[in-house]
């Protein structure tokens, strides 16, 4: 069950599960960080060589998620051999959620597009498979907590919901260059960082 109030949950994928690259490297093309109606924040750090890569380099995230607004990230980079991730997402539930697949249910899942495709890359999370793991389980944590992970200044006399209605969203991705015709269209590529399912 997630928490009465705020919350987060933590998925590992270890680096274990890109080891299986035997020194290939990836090119993601795109993410989407998907949550459900109780999500709040999201994001998700790639670890290289001990190292947790800056998250305006290769990770994602979303300070304020918006159930009703949700869109997939243009971003391109390199996934290595021994890279390791951890997707993070917070929650203001009333009670009673719990991770499954209806919209009622909440969600933790960061899909990763890439290409070329990779057979047996393709869940990391809590099922276990490729390795993964919750490596924290539903937690609550306080209003501080979630204000150091958006950025909001906890003494703003404007609240988030106020500003947030009066801001207009406006996204630049980077030029990409599609990825091979063949190997998009022929393989399932997404790999899929969290669950859907009870724990």
């Keep these: 069950y997630i928490p009465r109030g705020l919350s987060n949950v933590e998925f590992t ?3 274990s599960c890109s080891s ?46 918006d159930f009703n607004f949700q869109d997939t990230y243009q971003n391109s980079f390199q996934i290595k051999s021994g890279d390791s991730f951890r997707t993070q997402c917070f929650y203001q539930s009333p009670g009673g959620k719990t991770f499954g697949l209806g919209s009622e249910n909440e969600m933790c899942i960061d899909y990763v597009f890439y290409y070329p495709a990779v057979q047996g890359l393709g869940f990391c999370g809590a099922e276990g498979m490729c390795g993964g793991y919750v490596s924290q389980p539903p937690t609550m944590i306080s209003n ?40 998009f269209i022929s393989h399932g590529i997404s790999l899929h960082l969290g669950y859907v399912d009870d724990f």
């Design 13 to 15: 994928c270890p680096s």
């Design 20 to 65: 299986q690259l035997n020194g290939q490297a990836l090119t993601v093309f795109g993410s989407f960080l998907h949550m459900h109606q109780a999500g709040m924040t999201m994001f998700t750090e790639l670890t290289r060589n001990g190292e947790v890569v800056p998250l305006n380099d290769e990770g994602r995230k979303i300070g304020y998620y």
């Design 144 to 183: 501080t907590s979630i204000a150091d992970i958006r950025g909001w200044p906890l003494n703003s006399s404007v609240l988030n919901d106020q500003c947030m209605s009066s801001v207009t969203m406006i996204s630049e991705a980077p030029a990409l260059s599609p990825p091979p015709t063949k190997d």
